[in-house]
Structure formats: C-alpha cells, structure tokens
C-alpha cells in the first residue's frame, strides 16, 4: 500500500463509488502505483458487483486517474496517478482520408488561403452526465436493478465499519437497513453507531478477527447499533502500582516487625 497515492485519492473530487474503487486499487498499488488486483478482488472489496466496478474503472481511466495495462494470457495490471483537477478529454481529431482530384480540377483550398466564410473550428465540449442515483430512480417510479450502485450513505457507513475476517454480509446489510428504516431509524444512527463499534473493537483488539459482528447482524432486529459500545477500562500496570504507592496515593500504612527488619504494607481498617 502506497500511502503517497492514498492521500492523493482522498484529495480528489469524485463521486463517493468511483474514489472507493480508487482507493481499493491504491491499497493494492506499490510506491509507483503499481498493481494487478482482479475485478473480483475489487469487488469484494468494495462490496459492489463485478460488472459496477468495470464501469467504474472505465471512468477512472478516461478521466485520467487510471491507465489499465492488458497482459495478454493474464490479468490486466494498472498504474494509479490520482488527478486533483480533472479535465475533459483529449481527443485528437479524426484524419479524414480525400479522393485524389481528378486531373485538371482546381487544388483544393487550404487554411493559408482562406476565403471570407472561413472560420476557426469551435470544439464543443458535452458535460459529463453522471447515471441516476437511487433516489432519483425511485422518485421517477424506475426499478432499482440488483446491480445498481449503493446510496452514498452506505459508503459511509462501510467505510466506519470496522474490518472482520471473513464476508461482512454486505447485501444482507442493506436488506437490514431497510427494514429499520421502515421501522423509524436513521441513517445517521447506523453510521453513529458503526463509529462507536469500531472504537470498541480497535480497545479490545478485535479488527480484523472473526469475533467482529457481520454487519448484517449489526443491523438486524437486535439493533446493535443503538448500544453505547463503551471500550472497558484499561488495567493498571504494575509500574503504575508502585507510581501511586510511591506518591501515597495507595491506602496503606508501613509497620515493622518487632525485631526492626524491613518493613511492609498492611492495609489500613
């Protein structure tokens, strides 16, 4: 992982799935941006389908973050340089092949001639139009397809999940989502509440194991995500110990024996 091109990700102005799928390759890219992850890593990665994250690249790539090296019998590789100001594309203009002239015909005028109607070519640049959300295919009555892209909340909330070993249940999570949503919760809770959970799973060292909840479960009828997740108290080290003894911070008395030997601590009553 090259941390040089994940900080330039974060500083780029995309929208929220095409920087996820950036930084998934800038997490698999050496120091020269590097790397050859599979569309199916990607995926899983960014818990979006195959055929999303393809596109997705194709955006990348045309938008000059991305170029895709095709190596034949294999994988593609691809090299990660993250644009911060992103201009349209350049196309050079298409040759255009002409007949050659029959003999005797007048040469054919040139730009240095000119004639009172010519003027310089006007290059029209067409903004790029970005798909529909799912907000706006729901408002205009069109069905969400299974593969469409997920509502940018919930790149926020993966995003604030802690890691686990093993699948997250990401489809089944936003099944869950949903279904507390149509029971009167917010978003804004369930992201809350991940950011909670993963601060108790970084005290008690948890990331990145099995014992961290499936995020499905974390928003299922149980709602996990409401719980305070209050990391416990650290223990005291015994350096600690002697520190507090030393300052008389501990509540004890020194005695001696009878026959004047080192003394102990007793505990006063």
């Known amino acids: 992982m090259s941390i040089k091109i994940m900080t330039a990700v974060w500083g780029t102005d995309l929208p929220s799935t095409d920087k996820l799928v950036l930084l998934a390759l800038a997490d698999n890219a050496n120091d020269e941006g590097h790397c050859w992850p599979s569309v199916t890593t990607l995926a899983g990665k960014c818990g979006i389908e195959p055929r999303s994250v393809t596109r997705v690249m194709e955006r990348l790539e045309r938008g000059g973050h991305l170029t895709r090296h095709e190596r034949p019998g294999r994988s593609n590789s691809y090299t990660v340089h993250p644009r911060l100001k992103v201009t349209p594309d350049f196309k050079s203009p ?10 005797g015909s007048p ?17 029209i640049i067409e903004p790029s139009v970005e798909p529909p959300s799912n907000r706006q295919r729901a408002r205009e009555g069109r069905k969400v397809s299974r593969g469409a ?4 909340w919930f790149l926020d909330f993966k995003l604030a999940y802690p890691d686990r ?12 989502a949903n279904a507390r949503m149509g029971e009167g919760h917010t978003t804004a809770e369930f992201i809350a509440g991940a950011r909670r959970y993963a601060a108790f799973c970084t005290a008690t060292g948890k990331v990145g194991s099995e ?6 479960t974390f928003l299922g009828p149980d709602k996990p995500f409401l719980l305070a997740w209050k990391p416990p108290p650290r223990a005291e080290s015994a350096s600690e110990r002697i520190l507090r003894t030393l300052e008389g911070t501990d509540n ?8 004047g ?3 102990f601590a007793i505990a006063r009553q």
Do not use: N
Request: hydrophobic fraction near 20%.
């Open 94 to 103: 298409p040759t255009e092949s002409h007949p050659t002239p029959d003999i």
């Open 107 to 123: 040469p054919p005028l040139t730009h240095s001639q000119g004639t009172p109607d010519f003027k310089s070519p006007i290059t």
């Open 149 to 152: 892209e997920p509502p940018e």
């Open 165 to 176: 070993a093993g699948d997250q249940g990401w489809r089944k999570c936003m099944k869950a």
């Open 211 to 216: 014992y961290v909840k499936q995020a499905c």
């Open 252 to 259: 004890s008395r020194v005695i001696e024996h009878d026959d």
């Open 261 to 263: 030997t080192t003394p």
